[in-house]
């Protein structure tokens, strides 16, 4: 098990399963349910991290009667350090081939390299260069 997994609300499982799997090339964990996604579909980000991807319905059971943020509202943003600034502008090449939104082209920022886009369900995932 991973020490962190961050669980994300999700609209459809299937597309979710492609952008991730076939978009932006990661690994999923675990056996093929009936509709042929891993349950729990989640996916390694490295050795310490991943995330679970859960239909809207089970996240609001998780978190009571808490709202959950409707698409485009984003309650945190996630980094992923690429490595590299030609691993930036790759992820993000990937991810908009896979169909993203891109939220800010990748460039350089005064603190670095970096872009975001947003998944499938309006998450945004803010990629760097690692310095």
Not at 104 to 128: C, I, K, L, N, S
């Amino acid at each position: 098990m991973r020490p962190i997994i961050v669980a994300l609300p999700i609209v459809d499982r299937q597309v979710s399963y492609r952008f991730y799997r076939d978009g932006l090339g990661w690994k999923a964990e675990g056996e093929p349910a009936e509709d042929g996604v891993p349950e729990p579909l989640q996916f390694v980000l490295n050795e310490g991290m991943g995330i679970m991807l859960v239909p809207t319905g089970g996240f609001g059971w998780v978190i009571g009667d808490r709202e959950v943020a409707s698409r485009g509202h984003s309650e945190c943003v996630i980094n992923l350090d690429a490595g590299s600034d030609e691993g930036v502008d790759e992820l993000m090449r990937r991810a908009h081939e896979a169909g993203a939104e891109l939220v800010t082209e990748p460039g350089r920022q005064p603190w670095g390299y970096a872009g975001a886009f947003a998944d499938p369900d309006g998450h945004v995932w803010m990629v760097t260069s690692g310095g």
